[in-house]
């Protein structure tokens, strides 16, 4: 019998990077348009890749995964 194996969800294979740490880093959204209101602090905040928290990356774990 063939084994059965777990698939690379590609919506989250495409907004989520695996640091060699293990540490999960992500582009925050809201930047692209729409953004005149925006105050200086907000953008330049926008525009910085961020962290996934430990308890989402434990959540992500299996896609996680399968994107190493």
Do not use: C, E, W
């Not at 690379?8 to 959204?29: D, E, I, L, M």
Request: glycine residues 4%; proline residues 1%; hydrophobic residues 30%.
């Amino acid at each position: 019998m063939k084994k059965i194996k777990q698939k690379t969800h590609k919506a989250s294979a495409k907004k989520f990077q695996v640091r060699n740490s293990g540490s999960v880093k992500f582009k925050r959204p809201g930047a692209n348009h729409n953004t005149v209101g925006y105050s200086t602090k907000r953008m330049r905040k926008l525009r910085k890749a961020s962290n996934l928290s430990s308890a989402d990356a434990k959540r992500l774990a299996r896609i996680i995964d399968m994107m190493r």
